[in-house]
């Protein structure tokens, strides 16, 4: 199973928004609503910031959004603050009890 | 609140074995999927294995299948991936994760480094 494609970076301006992109195939990403998105500061644990697609869990910010298009699913982080500088993935449920990760987004506040 | 602890990982030896443990705390164990997330330095993440509530269902990623082991004891609050035959690129920081669901990872703790050379 290959990983899902993410690009490399991405940045924005505090208040400004980013979209982080991640490309899958028809056996994952297209195949199921099992997209989910994780942020992991330098040194940290990841931490879940939205599930099956679109779904945040309680205490992430609003700001946070997600969406899915076919292959592609989408994280956009609007009104960019300062503790939003961290690695983003993606990770979306391949079938066969298979889960596959996504190269990872560094996110910068410029 | 949710706790996963990690414990076991270390300096190993191509070939030997190492086995690590994830305690929880803070929500009903019995309950829950956990699975193994590992992220070699530097790299990025990489599923390894999932264990159903009760134990009963298992999977593993081909990388690592026929070589680790996952398990739990319900009564211990504990999770275990038995690590053989372990490679060069086995290195990694180990993370044990709660299923929210069966199809994303909701609590994760600090995981455990797992150095494999010679």
């Known amino acids: 199973q290959s990983a899902l494609t993410q690009p490399p970076s991405a940045s924005g301006s505090p208040g400004q928004s980013v979209t982080i992109s991640c490309t899958g195939t028809?056996?994952?990403?297209?195949?199921?609503?099992?997209v989910s998105w994780y942020q992991q500061h330098p040194g940290k644990a990841p931490k879940l910031m939205i599930y099956?697609?679109?779904k945040r869990p309680s205490g992430v910010p609003d700001r946070f959004s997600g969406s899915k298009s076919g292959n592609t699913a989408s994280l956009t982080v609007s009104g960019l603050q300062a503790e939003d500088e961290a690695d983003y993935y993606c990770?979306?449920?391949?079938?066969?009890?298979?889960?596959?990760f996504g190269t990872g987004t560094k996110v910068t506040v410029l | 609140q949710v706790q996963l602890v990690e414990s076991g990982g270390g300096v190993v030896q191509p070939g030997r074995s190492l086995r690590l443990s994830c305690v929880a705390s803070?929500?009903?164990?019995?309950?829950?999927?956990v699975h193994w997330v590992r992220q070699a330095p530097g790299k990025g993440l990489e599923w390894v294995a999932s264990?159903?509530?009760?134990?009963?269902?298992?999977y593993y990623a081909d990388s690592v299948k026929g070589r680790f082991t996952i398990s739990r004891d319900n009564s211990k609050i504990t999770v275990y991936l038995q690590m053989n035959s372990l490679r060069a690129e086995d290195t990694a920081l180990y993370y044990c994760?709660?299923?929210?669901?069966?199809?994303?990872?909701?609590?994760w703790g600090q995981g455990a480094l797992v150095t494999v050379s010679s």
């Open positions: 099956e697609v679109t």
């Open positions: 990770t979306s449920y391949a079938g066969t009890n298979n889960y596959v």
């Open positions: 028809s056996s994952d990403v297209d195949d199921y609503n099992y």
């Open positions: 994760a709660r299923g929210g669901g069966w199809y994303f990872f909701d609590h």
């Open positions: 264990i159903s509530y009760d134990g009963g269902n298992k």
């Open positions: 803070g929500f009903i164990f019995s309950n829950y999927a």
